[in-house]
């Protein structure tokens, strides 16, 4: 069973940055695609992006594209999300999840879920 933790989140003001962490354990790792959705208050979980597991290639939404940026590190079983130019509308709960899928951007199509971790955009 593959467990996933992220960590990271807080409160940061516009424009500024943060780094998402999503360590995995109890699988192995560099076997799934990985992606980071996130889901605001009175909204649906929407797609951010994922990082396939092989020859690692990496899918954004348009929303965060040019500024968030995935990386894996398959010998620390953890998957990143770097946020920079952050602004409120992207105040939400952030969730890693694992697929065996080479990728997709539908929630239902990933297998396991972190417990998410909320980024605050704020002034």
């Known amino acids: 069973q593959v467990q996933l933790v992220e960590s990271g989140g807080g409160l940061v003001q516009p424009g500024g940055s943060l780094r998402l962490s999503c360590a995995s354990s109890?699988?192995?790792?560099?076997?799934?695609?990985m992606a980071w959705f996130r889901q605001a208050p009175g909204k649906e979980r929407e797609f951010v992006g994922a990082?396939?597991?092989?020859?690692?290639?990496?899918y954004y939404a348009d929303s965060v594209k040019g500024r968030f940026a995935i990386s894996r590190d398959n010998a620390k079983n953890t998957v990143y999300l770097q946020m920079n130019s952050l602004n409120p509308e992207d105040t939400a709960v952030y969730y890693c999840?694992?697929?065996?899928?080479?990728?997709?951007?539908?929630?239902?199509?990933?297998?396991?879920w972190g417990q998410g971790t909320q980024v605050t955009v704020s002034s």
């Open positions: 999840a694992a697929t065996k899928l080479s990728w997709t951007r539908i929630p239902g199509q990933y297998n396991y």
């Open positions: 109890g699988g192995i790792f560099n076997t799934y695609t």
């Open positions: 990082i396939t597991r092989s020859v690692p290639t990496t």
